[in-house]
């Protein structure tokens, strides 16, 4: 089975450009969350969707944030203007049930602003 | 966000050692879960646990919904060289507020 699919793997932008970060959930499963992990921070949750529906994005760091998800099998993380501070690896995650199952997360996409 | 304490932070032992590491909070959480992330790799689910004193294994790997529901527990036995990576708890809360822990670093000696 296909797991959870991000892309880029990798991304190096310059500061001010915008990011696009995309991510498949495994089929079937009805919650799809992004999480950011650097050095310093660990792994934070971003925000997460239930049926599509977001239903908590309080982990959005600021306005240049923003997630969609248009369908059950795609989610989007756009980061407009990219900052040099917001370099880190960004993963995608889904499961079958946001209240009682286990995530399975992608493998991440490293982003680099410089 | 709130995070939750894992002990110890980072771990050097010999093969062959058992390992222990656990999760606390301040707060109830209705789930744990257990991952394990390799460099360059997004965590991996090892075990989840649903209910106070649950006691679940996959291989050498044992876990323990504590009863307090505050915490929870990870042992390994008899470590090997690929045990080697970051463990990470995470729990959800009721509300389904989701965290994860900090982390505990495990190197395994040859």
């Known amino acids: 089975d296909a797991g959870v699919i991000q892309s880029p793997r990798h991304e190096v932008t310059e500061m001010g450009q915008e990011v696009t970060l995309r991510c498949k959930p495994i089929?079937?499963?009805?919650?799809l969350f992004w999480y950011r992990q650097t050095m310093m921070r660990g792994l934070e949750l971003l925000i997460y969707f239930n049926n599509n529906v977001p239903i908590d994005d309080s982990g959005m760091p600021e306005d240049r944030f923003s997630a969609k998800m248009p369908n059950a099998s795609f989610s989007t993380l756009k980061i407009q203007p990219s900052e040099p501070r917001d370099s880190a690896v960004y993963f995608c995650?889904?499961?079958?049930?946001?209240?009682?199952?286990?995530?399975?997360f992608g493998p991440g996409t490293r982003l680099l602003v410089l | 966000g709130q995070q939750l304490n894992q002990s110890p932070q980072s771990m050097f032992i010999q093969e062959g050692e058992d390992v222990s590491m656990n999760c606390t909070s301040s707060?109830?959480?209705?789930?744990w879960l257990w991952y394990k992330q390799d460099p360059g790799e997004g965590p991996v689910l090892l075990i989840a646990?649903?209910?106070?004193?649950e006691l679940t294994s996959n291989g050498r790997l044992t876990a323990q919904f504590g009863i307090t529901r505050k915490d929870s527990f990870l042992n390994i036995s008899a470590s090997i060289p690929s045990d080697v990576g970051i463990y990470f708890c995470a729990g959800l809360r009721p509300g389904n507020q989701f965290y994860f822990g900090t982390g505990t670093s495990l190197t395994v000696i040859p």
């Open positions: 707060s109830i959480f209705n789930t």
């Open positions: 646990l649903y209910k106070a004193g």
């Open positions: 995650a889904s499961s079958r049930d946001s209240n009682t199952d286990g995530q399975y």
């Open positions: 089929s079937g499963h009805n919650s």
